[in-house]
């Protein structure tokens, strides 16, 4: 059976769930076919073109009712295309899609909503300002005679975020909550219009384990309930953990599809990629240069309390690690200028720098790619080329003037190098994969040449692929004698990229440890808030 949110209202208070009569509607004509073969989804060849990229072509797949199905492939794939027209953001060329046997249309997110369909994106959709309760009836707000209901948004709220396992009064204002229970916020949002089809893109990618251990509960309890849900995860190792089936999707075709039995990392990877590729990666050993950079006793704002030192030298790779919170984004920021530090020195080179802004930090040759490549590393609304010659505006102008030849050249140049997959550098940002706006990102600062880069979740929300190539970018780039200080969450780069690890917990510099001293024991035992004295 379908979840069903079973709340109640008194006859006075109404829900007018997004298009409630419709809605009603929709569903009942969907429930003509009882057949327990008769898949909850079925899509069957769905085409998209783009100006210049033909993201999906014929793509099919099926869902049953309580089903956790995981489409994965490569950015590019058109994973992300496939989902937003089922959610309704986008319409099909071509192509059929039915519920319960019955053809449908699904023209618009209302439409989607109506027949049981809701999307939770990568960035949530959250409006951070209001309570949980007004975010999770927003727009659908129960009213008694005219008048908002918040009575009825308390009791029904309350009941939602008990499904969902989170602890806290629907009054509670959504910008004190973490990422992940925002994203429990999201789910029960879903719920509380009886979504029967969860779709969720890349839902741990900003969770500590602790959050996506509950997620995982959730979700499968939402299995026993008979909701059904499409995964979007470049994290194999969760859709080998959650999936019951896996649909896999290259360069905007089905690529092939593995039972529950067959889901393991090298039969998904194969179908991703098509090809054999190996996970297994050989740390080799660089002759590292002198000295270039030096920090010490700083203090970012995040952390008052704490002093933070430490070298790099040319040519050498340092992976920052430690769980959510420990203050290594704000470490970076703090090196860039973006969050200007309260106390302490930079050095580069021989020279001591005062850096109190980006434009300080990139005089010095410091350059940040950002976690958050959409708010804070692309103008998506640009193009590529325009992207790429950002930060060369000042260095390439001509009299003040853009010099329009150097722009091209920069462009051209780095969409061979990084081999950004775009029909022309004239295409928008927005429309590429994930992969490749990171891509872009990367770009935009190396066509500056840094003598230090800074990496902030380089491999976030890619696939596998464009990993490898993030992986080879970074050790050409410390052959060439550039300084490379990143941070991941993801325990395998942590372990296997850096020279030297640098493990954080609460602000604070719990010890570092060599290439041959990383191992995942030593790695959470500093996390975890061990200090090895210097």
Known sequence: ????FTTKISQSETVPACGASSTLKARKQLMTDDSPATPLLKVTDLSKQFPGVKALDRVSLDLHAGEVLAVIGENGAGKSTLMKILAGIQAP????????????????????TDLGISLIHQELNLADNLDIGANIFLGREPHRWGVVSRHAIDEASAELLQQVGLDFSPRTLVRDLSVGQQQMVEIAKALSVESRILIMDEPTSSLSQRETDNLYRVIRDLQKRGVSIIYISHRLGEVTDLADRVVVLRDGQNAGELAKTDINHDNMVKLMIGREFSADREYRKRELGAEVLRVRELVTPAYPGHTVSFTVRAGEIIGIGGLVGAGRTELLQALFGAVPALAGTI???EEQCTITSPVDAIRAG???VPEDRKQHGLILEMSVRENCSLASLKRDQRRGLLNRAQERAISQEMVGKLNIKTPSDQQLAQVLSGGNQQKVVLAKWLALKPRILLLDEPTRGIDVGAKREIYQLM?????????????????EEILHLPDRALIFHEGRLSGELTHEELSEEAVMYLATGNVVAA
């Open 1 to 4: 059976m379908p979840f069903q």
């Open 93 to 112: 060329d071509a192509g059929e899609i039915r519920l319960e046997g019955q053809e449908v249309s699904i023209g618009s997110i209302q439409a989607a």
């Open 347 to 349: 050095t580069v080179g």
């Open 366 to 368: 410091i350059a940040l």
């Open 475 to 491: 050790e050409k780039l410390a052959e060439s004698g550039v300084a490379i200080i990143f941070v991941s969450s993801e325990m």
